[in-house]
């Protein structure tokens, strides 16, 4: 009923930067925080940033200042704006989302199937 849709990644030299994109379609009522995560190899996912509906922004302490979050509700799109990437940020990125449907007015969470992002010279 619900998807998720990331796209943006990609190879980047350090550095540099990219912008992601997650894009939730369906039978949507409502979405409430939306948020990125990420998932190095032998690592565990961890948070990267979220939004609320209303706009209040959540950054992990290693991406402060380099990444920044952005929505655009009317699209159910959630953006990742990545800038001076370094090779620690190199992972597989997830768009996570709180999402209730007009059949499931209390909502879930929501993954995207995630997107690679590479940081290499």
């Known amino acids: 009923q619900v998807q998720l849709v990331e796209s943006g990644g990609g190879l980047v030299q350090p550095g540099g930067s990219l912008r992601l994109s997650c894009a939730a379609s369906?039978?949507?009522?409502?979405?409430?925080?939306m948020g990125w995560y990420r998932q190095a190899p032998g690592k565990q996912r961890e948070l990267v940033a979220t939004i609320s509906s209303g706009g209040r922004t959540g950054y992990a302490d290693s991406v402060k200042g380099r990444f920044t979050i952005s929505r655009d509700n009317a699209k159910n799109t959630v953006y990742l704006q990545m800038n001076s990437l370094k090779p620690e940020d190199a992972a597989d990125y997830y768009c996570?989302?709180?999402?209730?449907?007009?059949?499931?007015?209390?909502?879930?969470?929501?993954w995207g199937q995630g997107t690679q992002v590479l940081v290499s010279s």
């Open positions: 369906g039978n949507i009522f409502s979405i409430d925080v």
């Open positions: 996570n989302a709180y999402i209730a449907t007009f059949r499931d007015r209390f909502g879930h969470d929501y």
